[in-house]
């Protein structure tokens, strides 16, 4: 007879926990995924915040005719994106230490602290009850680090005003981490597109330019 009631409680846990599961799950990926969608729009802040460019390299305006100077924007982006890895890397591992006055620093260094958590979740906040919000234990929100690849620069000048034109120029980069929650474990990828330079000069678009 007892044996069958703790079974019987074994399974009306197992039943519990299951439906739980299912009709929590779908909400903590949504929080999640845009937790860490914020987390890294701060990091590309930063990065942009702390990325020096000089304009002047940047193209070569003769005549009528622009051309760009390829081989210093790609040492741009892949400066960029080594910053982006290596910061990625070393907020995961806890030992990010740049201690510059940008706005989003305070949020790295509290994320490093606790070694790529990038938030945590009450499970009342899982709730639709606004009295539950911060109710309840926590759970954490982490990432991994998976991949982070460059797809594109992008290019454009276009007419800006009465005789000044525009140059920008934007690098397209996919980020792909793994998000660690309980009960799940998913990979978040995301295309983000970065502007490095956008700059107006005296001028009209040139008949022609050089990519």
Known sequence: MKKGKYILIMLSLFICAYLFSNRMTPRIENIASKEIN???QILINHTSF???IDTHKLYKKEN??????????????SNYIHNLEETLLKLEEGSY???????????LLKI???????????????????????????FSIKYKTLS?????????????GINHLAISID????IVLQILVPLYHEHFKENYTIPLVYE???????SWYQN
């Not at 230490?97 to 949020?107: A, F, V």
């Not at 009342?124 to 234990?137: E, M, V, W």
């Open 38 to 40: 914020q987390f890294i």
């Open 50 to 52: 702390t990325q020096k």
């Open 64 to 77: 009528n005719s622009i051309s760009f100077q390829m081989n210093y924007i790609n040492d741009i982006a």
């Open 97 to 107: 230490q740049e201690n510059n006055h940008s706005p989003y620093n305070k949020k």
């Open 112 to 138: 490093n602290q606790q070694k790529g958590i990038v938030a945590r979740i009450t499970i009342g906040s899982l709730t639709n009850n606004i009295f539950l919000q911060d109710r309840g234990p926590s």
């Open 148 to 160: 982070l690849t460059s797809s594109n620069i992008d290019k454009k000048i276009k007419n800006y």
């Open 171 to 174: 690098l397209n980069v996919t």
């Open 200 to 206: 107006v000069i005296e001028g009209e678009v040139p």
